[in-house]
């Protein structure tokens, strides 16, 4: 019984997905800043940057609309900068009545720029985890000065989610097996339940917490030293420097032009 | 190059107080394949713990005539491979490539040769291609053998394994089995798996309440019902 929920790699033979990692890396996140420092309103620049990321969905062949689909789960994310329309000063548009709040020009624009700057940039993530294997992922983020530790612990993360996923499953189904339930008795109190979902929860804690020291173990027999160390996974090829370069200029131009303007 | 096993006078308790091991005594020649077998608790894990250093007792531990101390544990976990019960305790990085590569990447070799380890380990094991797999999918006996290769790719001079064959299916035991048979080096296994004794191992080392109670011939030992039951134990 395997859990794959983290698993968001979708294989394709496409230029994107033959790129180096961290030229994804990279490119990811120089677009998602600067679609952050994009100024609001600028709606043409939003515009070619829409055009940038739709091209970029079409070359690595998982349909155009994939990365927007998957972009969705962004939507409640949105609901931080609800407040903005009502917030911003400056000409009203709308007053809602009963509760006397005023939607004002300002505030709209600067709601719809927050709306398509986190769209843009969820999609961005959406594709560069599509077309870049995990562990490629993480390798490339160490390289780029992520600090190691981290990259390290997500990496276990990543690894020991499913096993504990799959302990979880087990020992819910356990407490299932035993959940009998006899006609006319009355049903076990709500605070017996709570406190049984939390000594489970504790228990799997401390199955984890056990599991760590014997994963420790198994590295310490390894050779293991207390430094993280990794190899060298990919070496950067002219369509690796080609496509960054690429990247960089049409990301930057708009945005300069923006900035003057 | 003596790839010995030397154990002498070894106690050790628990910090919760509980005695595990009682003075045990053995000693392992070059070459050879023991089994240890005892009853749950007899103290089998935590004897073959000692002999890589990661827990430490009072007695003497040497492997390759070398003491087990703070300061040769590099050398010592070099030497001496450990192959623990559960896989997904060995099998920590996202691939198999990582995982394999991980003792060799410790032991500071040049990614030429690395890359030549992990090939090799996996040919030995017979799983050729698997490296850039990930943990999480494969079976339980390409866990098992993704962990031998995981200390075989260290080059080790003594192969130590907990349980190699617990939770495997007939073929993935089969499959097991016959590369415990081929590797060549000395070993030490424990293991409840009382046919695969008789049929890979030709020295018995039984060892009961943290104590070596017999230690001799295999065939000598599963003529003897009394003394199997006594400790456990029954005859395949």
Redo the contacts between chains.
């Keep these: 019984m395997h859990f794959d929920i983290a698993d968001q790699y979708r294989h394709r033979l496409s230029v994107v997905h033959l790129l180096d990692p961290r030229v994804k890396v990279v490119a990811t996140f120089s677009f998602i800043l600067t679609v952050s420092l994009t100024p609001t309103g600028v709606w043409w620049a939003f515009g070619c940057f829409l055009v940038l990321i739709l091209a970029v969905a079409w070359l690595t062949r998982l349909g155009p609309m994939f990365a927007v689909r998957r972009s969705f789960v962004a939507l409640p994310f949105v609901l931080a900068a609800l407040a903005v329309p009502f917030t911003t000063p400056g000409s009203i548009l709308f007053r809602i009545p009963g509760l006397g709040w005023t939607i004002s020009e300002p505030g709209v624009i600067r709601f719809i720029s927050i709306l398509a700057r986190s769209w843009l940039a969820v999609q961005a993530a959406v594709l560069l985890t599509a077309t870049t294997r995990f562990p490629d992922l993480l390798w490339a983020l160490g390289v780029l000065r992520f600090p190691r530790l981290l990259v390290a612990t997500i990496g276990f993360m990543y690894r020991y989610l499913f096993v504990l996923a799959d302990e979880a499953l087990r020992m819910l189904r356990a407490r299932s097996a035993r959940s009998a339930h006899v006609p006319k008795s009355p049903r076990p109190p709500i605070g017996w339940q709570g406190r049984v979902a939390g000594m489970m929860v504790g228990s799997l804690f401390l199955r984890a917490l056990e599991r760590s020291e014997r994963v420790y173990a198994a590295m310490l027999s390894r050779g293991y030293d207390g430094h993280i160390r990794t190899l060298d996974r990919f070496r950067m090829m002219t369509l690796d420097w080609v496509a960054l370069a690429v990247v960089v200029m049409v990301l930057a131009t708009p945005l300069v032009v923006a900035l003057i303007q | 190059m003596h790839h010995t096993i030397e154990v002498n006078d070894l106690h050790f308790s628990y910090p919760d107080g509980h005695i595990a091991l009682r003075g045990v005594n053995l000693y392992v020649s070059p070459g050879e394949k023991v089994a240890l077998v005892g009853p749950n608790g007899a103290g089998k894990s935590t004897l073959l ?1 000692h002999l ?1 250093g ?1 827990l430490r007792g009072r007695g003497e531990v040497l492997v390759c005539g070398v003491s087990v101390k703070d300061d040769t544990l ?1 050398k010592v ?2 030497s001496v ?2 192959v ?1 019960e ?1 896989p ?8 198999v490539f ?1 995982d394999i ?3 060799p ?3 500071g070799l040049l ?1 030429v040769e ?1 890359r030549d380890r992990v090939a090799q380990a996996l040919e030995a094991v017979g799983l050729e291609n698997f490296e850039d797999r ?4 494969l079976s339980n006996g390409e866990k098992k053998r993704v962990a031998i290769a ?2 075989l790719a ?1 080059v080790p001079e003594i192969l130590i394994l907990d349980e190699p064959t617990a939770g495997l299916d007939p073929r993935s035991r089969r499959g097991l089995i016959n590369l415990l048979h081929d590797l060549p080096q000395t070993m030490l296994v424990s293991t409840h798996d009382m046919r695969m004794v008789s049929e890979l191992f030709q020295r018995t080392i039984v060892i009961d309440q943290g104590e070596v109670v017999s230690d001799g011939l295999t065939q000598k030992l599963l003529s003897d019902d009394t003394f199997l039951e006594e400790h456990g134990l029954e005859a395949p």
């Design positions: 713990l890589n990661i590099g976990r070099v491979g450990l623990f559960d997904d305790d060995q099998l920590f990085s996202p691939t990582e590569a991980f003792g990447i410790y032991m990614e690395i990930v943990s999480h999918h995981t200390v260290m």
